[in-house]
């Protein structure tokens, strides 16, 4: 082969990986997942609160630690608030209400 040919044995160099990664924006999945964890806590909506936990799990399942920046959101507070509103969400369902009044019964 000639020298200027990149097939070249002569060419090969050791492959290097860099010390860290930093990501010089912010996780657009995290902050999705943040905000609509926060629709669900406002609006209380127990259909939607399942696809943001299980895109809340991805995003803890698919972090790179090395990538993030000092200070940023973490996928575990994703993930906790995912939790929390999937049980607000659901405890309406837990409470004892009237079926006439809607109100909740604090005795029989």
Do not use: C
């Not at 860099?18 to 996780?27: G, I, L, R």
């Amino acid at each position: 082969m000639s020298a200027s040919s990149p097939q070249d044995a002569a060419r090969e160099t050791k492959l290097s990986l860099p010390n860290t990664w930093h990501a010089e924006s912010a996780d657009a999945m995290g902050s999705m997942g943040m905000f609509l964890a926060g629709l669900v806590l406002v609006s209380r909506n127990r259909y939607l609160a399942w696809p943001v936990a299980l895109l809340a799990l991805s995003s803890v399942m698919n972090q790179h630690p090395l990538r993030t920046k000092e200070g940023g959101s973490t996928p575990w507070a994703t993930l906790m608030t995912a939790v929390l509103a999937l049980i607000v969400s659901h405890a309406a369902m837990f409470t004892f209400t009237n079926p006439v009044t809607g109100a909740i019964k604090f005795s029989s």
